[in-house]
Every structure is written in structure tokens, then in C-alpha cells.
């Protein structure tokens, strides 16, 4: 039985060329449908022939449009509670996120509100913000916890992302981040053991997070306290992802190559040395353009993984300080901010993404789960192009359309 036939689409990008720098399409083509994973891409008449657009339960008629696989948003902290406009409007003024930070603003504010907030209200949210997630696209997402800091709040908020991830059409991937900030009540030193010997246990028994992800940078965890909780999340079965170089040149790239981390993310501050680490390591390098836009910073240098022949992804950073959970937005700065193609950004949101959370999402090769946008425009390209409005007409996710415009 062929469940859907999505027939002379303008334009098919299906993913990375051999070579991986450029994009593997079709233009005039065509993609078949069967339980819930793609039985034939190419060009139009090769797969009609093959799957008649009229034997298939849905046949869609992609004229003038663009087909892209489904984003995977590799870095997220979508699960909070509460609003910090107000910081928004304090950084246009001039203040820094350490200052605010030290001020008790910034991610400490966020974990009071979300202690306070019922576990309906975060959950509620939440999928509030999958909604708008998968209405531009966004068909698998990584959300941390890490606004809770003590072992209560943390496996709350896994388990609601469990809930979340069973509720709703996008792919929830759960990672657990305890790591995110020092308590107030703690140093350093003392809040590390806390992460290790209470947090991760319970974290384990739980048995909701795949990956451990850390803060390594200056005032925050050192590089051996970074180093010590993701070898104890590794002890425990978790994968090790790390936030890396985001403020200043730190080691947290290095360490995630030395731990052979599934992804080193933000990258602001990498250099030369910590990309050919990373790549010999098999570790992805994430960028979050839209962190450096929101807290108009310099962006990390595209160019540069890119030029090494480094592949990259693209993520969101979706949370209080970085309020825009859109992919195409991403995209869009991806270009724009750091100078990447459409193709390179396109393939950095979705195969990309997907490698840095060791999923095979990401592409629309045969036998790729069918998570897929038809794109109201006849290229890839414009997405990037008419940034700012949603391209997006349909969602289709395990082969349904669970979203459409």
C-alpha cells in the first residue's frame, strides 16, 4: 500500500552530496510514502511511474514548491517558566549576561520561576512552544533541563519532557543538564559533587535523559569540574555534550574532543586547533547563531569549520535570553550573520542536527524516516531569502501530516 505520493515538487533537497558540501536534489521531482519511511525520491516521472500518484491513499499535488527534510534543532532549553523582557531591554542599555547574571537575573531568575511553576503549567508551555516549532518546521528537537538545579526540579523537568515527547508530533530528545549554573547556596566545587553523587544517579534511575550536557566556561564549571561530571554521566550511560568557548576562549572544546562529547556547542571563541580536535574526535560542532544575535555578539566563524571541511550544524538555542524557537530563522542568520550558503545552513539545520544527536532523521534518502516541509516557494533558498515570515505549508512527521497550513 502506498500511503502518500508527493509529486512534481520544483525542487526535493534530500541532503548532503557525497561530498558534503554541496546538496543532493531534485528539481521536478518526486517522493513515495510507505509505512512511515520514504520508498522512492527522484526526478517526477521516475518515481510516478514506479508509485502512481493515483494508487496512493494521499497523492499532493507540490507544484511550485520546495520540498526540505524536517529540522532537527540539536540545542534547546525550551522547558522554563517566566519572562525576562525586561533583560532584553536592560542588555540594549548596555549591561552584559555576566552582569546580569551576577545581579541574580538571568538563568538563576529562570530557575526560581520554574521551581515555583506547576509541573501542568511547564508542561502546558511547552508544548505550546512545539506547536510553533513544528508550524515552521521543526520535526525533532533537544531539550535540556537545567533550570531547576537541585535533584527535585531536574528529574521534574525530564519527566515532563518524557510527557512531552509522548504528547506531541515533534521528537522530544531529553538531556540532562544540572550543570547549567552555580545555586546560590553553593561553590563551584561543592554543587559539582552535588551534580555527581545525588543528581546523576537519580537522573539514571529515571531513565528519561540520553545526553549530559555542562556550562564549561569562566565563573561557571572549570574545565576539570566540566571534565569530571560528564566522565561520571558517561559512567552512567549518558552522552556527553558540552557548551563550549561561548564567552571566551576556555578549553571546552578540547575537552569535548578528549571525551569524544556527541556535540560541542556555541563555538563562539573556537580556534583552529579546537575544530581539527573536534573533527578528528567525531564530535559535531553545533552553532547558535541566534545567541550571538540576541545578545549581539560576534558570531562563531562559519567559514571557518566550513572551510576546513568541517560539517556543521545549526540550532535554535531556544530559551529565555534567545526567545525565537524557528529554525528558519536560524537559517536565515546562518547566512546572513555568518556567511554560509543557503545549502550549507539548510544542511547544517536538518543532517546536521541530526548528526549531533546521533539520529537518522535529517535527510530524505530511501528508507529516512518520512519527516519532511513543503515549502510554500519554489527553492530552499528562500527561506533564508524571506526571512522573518514562516515558508512552511506542511508538515509531514513518520509519514503524516500533522501539521498544515
Known sequence: MIDTVIHDASEIVVGPAEDRSRLKQHEDGAIAVVDGTIAAVG????????????NAAHAIDASEKAIIPGFVDSHTHALFAGD????????LSGATYQEILAEGGGILRTVRATREATDQELLDQLLGYLDVMLAHGTTTVEVKSGYGLDTETELRMLSILDRADREHSVDVVPTFMGA????????????TEIVIDEQLPAVVDQDVAEFCDVFCEADVFSVEQSRQILEAGTEHGLQPKV???????????????ELEAMSA??????????????????????????????LGAEYADARVFLEQGVSVALASDFNPNCHSPSMQFAVALG??????????????????GARALDRDTGTLEQGAPADLSLIDAPSHVHIPYTFGVNNVEAVMKGGEIVYDH
Open 84 to 91: 525576562r523582557s525586561d533583560e532584553f531591554e536592560a542588555k
Open 43 to 54: 526526478p517526477n516521472d521516475a518515481v510516478t511511474r514506479e508509485y502512481p500518484p493515483e
Open 243 to 257: 557548551h563550549a568557548e561561548e564567552f571566551v576562549h576556555f578549553g571546552g572544546a578540547q575537552l569535548a574532543a
Open 265 to 294: 556547542d556555541h563555538l563562539l571563541h573556537a580556534d583552529s586547533s579546537d575544530i581539527n580536535a573536534l573533527d578528528e574526535a567525531g564530535v559535531a560542532p553545533v552553532l547558535l547563531p541566534g545567541t550571538a544575535f540576541s
Open 180 to 191: 547549567h549554573a552555580v545555586p546560590p547556596a553553593y561553590d563551584s566545587d561543592e554543587y
Open 335 to 352: 547566512c546572513i550573520g555568518m556567511e554560509m550558503t543557503p545549502a550549507e545552513a539548510i544542511m547544517a539545520a536538518t543532517h546536521g
